[in-house]
T-cell receptor, first 110, second 113 residues
Framework: QKEVEQDPGPLSVPEGAIVSLNCTYS??????FMWYRQYSRKGPELLMY????GNKEDGRFTAQVDKSSKYISLFIRDSQPSDSATYLC??????????FGQGTRLTINP | DTAVSQTPKYLVTQMGNDKSIKCEQN?????MYWYKQDSKKFLKIMFS???????INETVPNRFSPKSPDKAHLNLHINSLELGDSAVYFC????????????FGPGTRLLVL
């Protein structure tokens, strides 16, 4: 079992839809949770970062962490074609070694 | 201004050859990393350097040897290339060791024939 698991998709939704991306992890020692966005043929870029259980909002993006069930979600409201990318969740215990999920490929159709 | 740059962007080579990938960051960061992303998009850390000192060395074949001449540069040399080395290699940097935002380069696409 991989430490961080994501459904690779692909996931295709119409513009304006609410998107839910999910990630599970197995290592209870993980304390920091991140979402990276990777456009095609580009390097990943940090989208959101959270430490505790609960919700964190940034514009159209909301990250949700449930440590009790080891479940992480990223919600995108009013999705735009420019949101089309691969979304990678990443976890760490704090020792700078990020463990990434496989990533979910998302397409927003105009 | 390019924050983290890598050269070359593409590398096509024959099995058994030796090749190097270079990485430079102009962010003034202390920590640099090498990641490998396979064809299924799994991104996995290979090495990490902090102030030119190796601090993370994952289970990577000895054919891979990182070298940090100064804290702004981290190069990756690969000996005796194998088909399984084909992947995209990303360099990244962060301000400090610990939980800090990592900034990734554009990647080097390596294809071993």
């Amino acid at each position: 079992q991989k430490e961080v698991e994501q459904d690779p998709g692909p996931l295709s939704v119409p513009e304006g839809a609410i998107v839910s991306l999910n990630c599970t992890y197995s290592n209870s020692a993980f304390q920091y949770f991140m979402w990276y966005r990777q456009y095609s043929r580009k390097g990943p870029e940090l989208l959101m970062y959270t430490y505790s259980s609960g919700n964190k909002e940034d514009g159209r993006f909301t990250a949700q962490v449930d440590k009790s069930s080891k479940y992480i979600s990223l919600f995108i409201r009013d999705s735009q074609p420019s949101d089309s990318a691969t979304y990678l969740c990443a976890n760490t215990q704090g020792a700078q070694k990020l463990v990434f999920g496989q990533g979910t490929r998302l397409t927003i159709n105009p | 201004d390019t924050a983290v740059s890598q050269t070359p962007k593409y590398l096509v080579t024959q099995m058994g050859n030796d090749k190097s990938i270079k990485c430079e960051q102009n962010l003034g960061h202390d920590t640099m990393y090498w990641y490998k992303q396979d064809s299924k998009k799994f991104l996995k850390i290979m090495f990490s350097y902090n102030n030119k000192e190796l601090i993370i060395n994952e289970t990577v074949p000895n054919r891979f040897s990182p070298k940090s001449p100064d804290k702004a540069h981290l190069n990756l040399h690969i000996n005796s290339l194998e088909l399984g080395d084909s992947a995209v290699y990303f360099c990244a940097s962060s301000q400090e060791a610990g939980v800090e935002t990592q900034y990734f380069g554009p990647g080097t696409r390596l294809l071993v024939l």
